[in-house]
């Protein structure tokens, strides 16, 4: 603590001390336009030209020699850079016959420059009127006996020597070693020995002389282009030398031309201004007017083989979006022109002259609509017939085919038909097949519960159906008297029971073809083509009847699931008697946030400093035994002595000589969740409040480690 309050009293003398040295070295650095003193500069050789440099000017590259420096003149071929470039001159040769013009230190002068004939180490030519050898003599040490030759008067004579160079046909004024080579023509003009062969860089066989080397090659650097190449439309280069570059075939004058490359995209046929990359192509007539590959077929979205686009394609589709709409379609009564006729709804399909919309069968001839249950559908194709209020009932019905209670659809195949009361309770159900026949409803009766204390049902118009029907239990004698023949009044199966008027079956059980089972609070009754059952009263136990067996029913009981459990994932604390919930989160941290942060803990690193300042040091209090004794927490003791402040027991940490076994028992379990049983209830016991008012000094000699 002393350390950390002499470093921070020091800290205002160290921000001092790097004050005062950072404005020295500014003042060091620009000493010049602060003070306003001058600035000194070297020349040694006082030629006014420092080594210096910047403000001094330009660099004298010798400052111990007066005549080198950036102002001085150059002196050429003596090794010296006089004028300070970075390098020697080394004199004049524009001829290029290694003989400068400036003399001294570069040789003897060059007394013409311009003609390499013409030099020091040249040899002197008689007669041709020249200082060759710039020896300041014109045609020194020639005989005068000597004799020249010069026919043609072009200047060369034929013997050479003394002469000068040997004229190779003295008889041609354009023939001599002064002349021109024309290429190719077969004749040495400069009497070298040879006839120039023309040039030929590229090595494409072409030159770029004119006149009979042949056409001229317009680029020598590239062996694509020469005369005779083919030249590439559009890409603006003139490879045939040509004069232009190609600007592709376009016979019927389109603008597309059938080269492609750099041109456009390739007209298919340069024979029909309308055909062309961009064209209309006209559905169904063959030709590829856009030059896609492939000729256009219409449009057909709905796959009914109906175009939209018509002419070629033949009739048009009124609905391309419909596969049901389009020309040739069957007319239904839906609100569409189903075939595209312009008519929406106007067919009549069976002929009986009712408009298909107003015709209650229009499948089926039905010219007097006839409809005896007032459905809808007309008797003609109605393959249900009444509806639920035309079933004579003592309770109101509903009546259910497969799961539609709407009988005025139209229904085909085997459904099951279910009779039920308003509340839902099953009565009575059955399949029927409505391909194969018609189910009807208006003649029927079902009469429930008719006799005081005794669960009936009677159903009448429904013969020779398998049928299935519900009873009530209401004496609760688990017998029923049935009856499996068209009954009017259920007052018939009243009595005795008896073969001649019906057979009785306890339920649950069995009686030859019938079948009792209870479900619920009902009798459930199966194997029924005719439909009476009546419950016998519970004082009437005697069943006559034969071939009665009594029927146990297997009952299910299905498992009981597992109370949901909200799992959640908890860090919990040596007693704390709480535990803190670990959930997911997404948080996206902005710069302002962390300049924020940043802010924060220097505000918090400056209040801590202050403070350890203005803090006086406090004496060291000595270690207080205020824990609780080791014998008796002995448990825990080892884990805190290897994992002090560590509150979450992860088993694969856990001390193997822990007691019970805590990790694989009560993994992460917060202290309020440990059983009451474990050893001295230590969470309730010891929360994490070690002070000395909690624990008395005499609670033993042996404790805890302080302060965990």
């Not at 041709?128 to 014109?138: A, L, P, T, V, Y």
């Not at 030249?231 to 003139?238: E, S, T, V, Y």
């Not at 041109?263 to 007017?289: F, K, L, R, W, Y």
């Amino acid at each position: 603590m002393a350390t950390n309050r002499k470093a921070t009293a020091e800290l205002p003398l160290l921000m001092l001390v790097s004050t005062i040295v950072a404005i020295a070295v500014i003042a060091v650095f620009f000493r010049g336009s602060i003070t306003g003193a001058p600035i000194s500069c070297t020349d040694q050789d006082s030629d006014t030209f420092s080594p210096d440099g910047g403000t001094c000017g330009q660099v004298d590259c010798d400052d111990s020699d007066a005549s080198i420096n950036p102002n001085a003149t150059e002196v050429a071929c003596d090794s010296i850079d006089q004028d300070c470039s970075g390098s020697d001159f080394s004199g004049t040769d524009v001829d290029s016959d290694n003989y400068k013009i400036e003399g001294g230190a570069c040789g003897a002068v060059d007394c013409n420059d311009a003609d390499s004939a013409v030099n020091p180490g040249a040899t002197e030519v008689c007669a041709n009127s020249i200082d060759d050898n710039c020896n300041g003599q014109i045609d020194e040490n020639c005989n005068a006996n000597v004799t020249c030759t010069d026919n043609d008067h072009d200047g060369f004579a034929t013997e050479g020597g003394a002469c000068g160079p040997v004229d190779c046909n003295d008889g041609n004024p354009t023939i001599n070693p002064g002349e021109t080579d024309l290429a190719c023509d077969g004749i040495d003009q400069d009497c070298s020995g040879s006839d120039v062969t023309g040039t030929d860089a590229d090595n494409d066989t072409y030159k770029i002389e004119d006149g009979l080397c042949g056409s001229i090659d317009c680029n020598d650097a590239n062996s694509t282009i020469h005369p005779g190449a083919t030249d590439l439309a559009c890409d603006g280069i003139d490879q045939d030398c040509s004069g232009l570059d190609f600007p592709g075939t376009d016979a019927d004058n389109d603008t597309y031309k059938i080269d492609g490359g750099a041109c456009s995209a390739i007209d298919c046929n340069d024979n029909s201004v309308a055909v062309h990359p961009g064209a209309t192509d006209v559905a169904c007539n063959g030709i590829d007017e856009d030059c896609s590959g492939a000729a256009f077929n219409g449009t057909d979205t709905d796959g009914d083989g109906y175009k939209t686009e018509g002419g070629a394609c033949g009739v048009v589709d009124c609905s391309d979006s419909n596969a049901n709409v389009h020309p040739g379609a069957v007319e239904i009564c839906d609100g569409l022109d189903n075939d595209c006729n312009g008519q929406i709804d106007d067919s009549d399909l069976d002929g009986d002259g009712v408009d298909l919309c107003s015709d209650n069968c229009p499948g089926t001839s039905n010219s007097g609509q006839q409809d005896s249950d007032s459905d809808g559908v007309g008797n003609a194709c109605d393959p249900l017939k009444g509806k639920a209020s035309s079933i004579a009932s003592n309770v109101d019905l509903k009546v259910y085919v497969g799961d539609e209670t709407n009988l005025s659809k139209s229904f085909d195949g085997l459904k099951t038909v279910q009779f039920k009361t308003t509340n839902n309770k099953l009565l009575a159900q059955f399949n029927f097949n409505f391909s194969n026949g018609t189910l009807d409803l208006t003649n029927v009766s079902v009469k429930i519960n008719e006799l005081t204390g005794r669960g009936s049902i009677a159903i009448s118009g429904l013969p020779l159906l398998n049928k299935t029907i519900y009873v009530d239990k209401i004496s609760g004698s688990k017998e029923l008297c049935v009856k499996d023949a068209e009954v009017t009044n259920i007052s018939e199966l009243d009595g005795t029971c008896t073969t001649s008027v019906g057979v009785k079956i306890g339920c649950p059980g069995e009686n030859g073809t019938l079948e009792c089972d209870l479900v619920g609070t009902s009798y459930k009754i199966s194997g029924l083509t005719h439909s009476a059952a009546l419950e016998l009263p519970a004082n009437q136990t005697n069943i006559t009847a034969t071939n009665v067996t009594n029927k146990t029913i297997p009952v299910f009981i299905p498992p009981v699931p597992p109370p949901v459990q909200n799992v959640t994932e908890t860090a919990s604390v040596p007693g704390a008697g709480s535990s803190v919930v670990q959930t997911p989160a997404s948080k996206t941290i902005k710069a302002s946030q962390i300049v924020a942060l940043i802010a924060a803990i220097a505000a918090a690193i400056m209040f801590v400093v202050t403070r350890l300042q203005q803090t006086p040091k406090k004496p060291q209090r000595p270690q207080q035994r205020y824990q609780y004794p080791r014998q008796q927490y002995n448990p825990y003791y080892n884990y805190y002595q290897q994992y002090q402040q560590q509150y979450r027991y992860p088993p694969q940490q856990y001390p193997q000589n822990n007691p019970q076994n805590y990790p694989q028992q009560y993994p992460q379990q917060p202290p309020q969740q440990y059983p009451q049983n474990y050893p001295q209830n230590y969470p309730q016991q010891y929360p994490q409040q070690y002070s000395q008012q909690n624990y008395p000094q005499n609670n033993g000699q042996y404790y805890w480690p302080p302060r965990y």
